[in-house]
């Protein structure tokens, strides 16, 4: 869509001095790049130092529990927000001074359907490519419109769409001005697999072309599916880098039991020392420890007399974001009654 | 659905669930500042106005002289007149065109005239008469003082016209008052209340509708898709406001249509210079509501504000009633609005044919408001999130 992969930011003057970004990848190769970003709401600190770095290509995963910080995280770095504490840049553009031009460059798709439902499709997306100043604007539109098979409906009114096909109207409109970072905050949700699919096919061929996406999401196949991931709970980022690279840091060890009975197999587990999570899989239990020998000879004890089914499986990515969770400290518990913020 | 305890409770009412209910609506009302606000604000403010600030018997107008003849006779006259209370003697001016200019721009309620030679003729017993020009446009606003007028004549000359003179002071007054009600002879009501009701109509409309402008954004979501592409704030400000000019304008045509065909009001003015007028009219009132609509929090808020500006608008610009029988406190704060100005604008150009030197004293005020509170709503347009 914008130019190949090889080509450099933008034209227009990427800023930063240089000192804050790490030598190791080059400056031009990093699209998001932020250090100790901070957000509080009230008392409420939603977003606790948060670092992370994106690459040109790359499609980065966010995840972590509803309300844990992704969509603060998401408006601090395109400027929507102003962070407390922290800095960073976003396609070579400071997050903090240079908010104008980040949304030039960035498609940023909100969480909420943020279109104007009393606006037909053709009105919306019209919108869209002035506001951003597209040359070929009609010819544009026309092209999304056919890309989503709604040239028919082109006259029809936003707000009277099914649920899905607002979120492909949002997701085109959001890939309008042909940004070169797509921030898609849960683009999914509500989605049926099939498009599901269609929609992170389309993703990767956008990665291939060198455009880059942060993109928010619960499900685990679609975790998978990225190139990059980061998990966030309670403001704080846990874990990041590749799927195996965030399950191999955790040091978790995780066996599959298979028997009769396991709900009572459960019980008797519940409380022994080095087992940390059970998740039952149909006829297989997974019991996940981070101390091997500990969790060996818990389960040993349980087993006891049963004619039970011990082998050691990979540990999953869910069995990892589970571990991450009940590990992380509430910080937010006290004001948890209070008001919640969208995050 | 389950059927009333055997014990006689009466399921189509529990204290218990009322008195939950009442205290939930009390705990909401609690939070809700603005509405809180209003319940205590609106009495007082109401209070304030119709109790302190209205006045149907306005007193002391800026009355301004035209002297052609000094006199024990005549200062004695002006001194009763302001004696009276309804007159505030402001000063003299030289001629009959200077007190024509002083009723027509304003300054002047009453422009009293003593024709030269008056006291001569009062001690021959040619019962002359003083000229009591009146800026009658508000009926109600020089009724009470010109009645008060009259009587001043007999007062005088009987106090005055005693000793050698007492000849003089028959039954009939040695002289008159002649009264010119100008720009509105018939003191018709209409006359006065019309042209006025263009500004309030414009007001109260305007601002509610941009009101609702921003606030709706934020509430329906497509805030923060607005505020992701790369508007400017004066960008949405301007664009949310430029189809209420439309609005404005045809609203604006529609009164004075009716001013004209229906209460037939006269039409002495320039049209032209009206719709000029009108124009920066409907510019100020827009800039209010961007601005109350930057700062609410939600649609009904925006309402609640719009109510809040609507309220001195009304009662304290000269529309409902006399300015000039306001305090001076009141008379302050009606000279901060701009349906102040576009009364006098309007009243005047449709009554008084006032041309622009005539309006300008009213024109720039209100130039100044918009520009003034457009750099406020720009100010508080919030540029993110935050």
Known sequence: MSGPASMSLSSDAPVGDGSRVPAAPSRDDLVIDVR??????????????????????????FLGPNGSGKTTSIR?????????????????????????????????????????????????????????????????????????????RARQLTGTLSGGWKQRVARASCMLHRPQLLLLDEPTAGVDPNARREFWEELHRLAAQ?????????????????????????????????AAEVIAAQRLTTLEVRGPDLNAFVLRLRGMPGVEQTAAFGDTLHVTGRDRPQLESALAAATQGGGYRITPVDTGLEDVFIHLMQGAADNWAPEASGRQRAA | MRPAPAEGGHSWFSLARWWAMVSKEFLQLRRDRVTFAMIVGIPIIQLTLFGYAINTDPKHMPTALVVGDRSEFTRSFVAAMHNSDYFRITGELPDEEAGRRALAQGTAQFVLNIPAGFTQRLLR??????????????????????????????????????GPYAALAPSPPPFDVLVH????????????????????????TLVMMTGLAITRE???GTMEN????????????????????AIGLVQATIILLAARYVFDVPFVGSVSALYSAALLFIACQLTVGITLSSLAANQLQAMQF????????????????PFRGMPEWAQWIGSVLPLTYFNRVVRGILLKGNDWPDLWPSLWPLAVFALVVMAIAVRFYRRTLD
């Open chain 1, 36 to 61: 100790g970003l901070n957000k509080s709401f009230g008392d409420k600190h939603v977003v606790v130092d948060l670092s992370m770095q994106v690459r040109r290509g790359e499609i980065f995963g």
């Open chain 1, 76 to 152: 601090l770095m395109c400027g929507l927000l102003t962070p407390d504490a922290g800095a960073g840049t976003c396609l070579g553009y400071d997050i903090r001074t240079q908010s104008a031009a980040i949304k030039r460059h960035v498609g940023y798709m909100t969480q909420r359907f943020s279109f104007w439902d009393d606006l037909t499709l053709r009105e919306n997306l019209d919108f869209v490519a002035r506001v951003y100043q597209m040359d070929d604007r009609a010819a544009a539109v026309d092209r999304a419109l056919h890309e989503l098979g709604l040239t028919g």
């Open chain 1, 210 to 242: 060198g455009i880059s996406v942060l993109v928010s999401t619960h499900y685990m196949d679609e975790a998978l599916r990225c190139h990059k991931l980061a998990y966030i709970a309670y403001g704080r980022l846990l874990a990041q880098g590749t």
């Open chain 2, 125 to 162: 017993g040619e019962r002359p008469a003083l000229l009591l020009e009146a800026d009658a446009s508000d009926p109600t606003a020089t009724g009470a003082a010109l009645a008060a007028s009259a009587q001043l004549v007999e007062g005088v000359a009987r106090k005055d016209l005693s």
């Open chain 2, 181 to 204: 009600r100008l720009y509105n002879p018939e003191s018709v009501t209409q006359y006065n209340i019309v042209p006025g009701l263009m500004g309030v109509i414009l007001t109260m």
């Open chain 2, 218 to 220: 934020r509430e329906r």
């Open chain 2, 226 to 245: 607005l505020l992701a592409m790369p508007l400017t704030p004066l960008e949405v400000m301007t664009g949310k406001i430029v189809p209420y000019i």
């Open chain 2, 306 to 321: 719009t109510f809040f500006y609507f309220l001195p608008n009304i009662l304290l610009s000269g529309f409902m009633f």
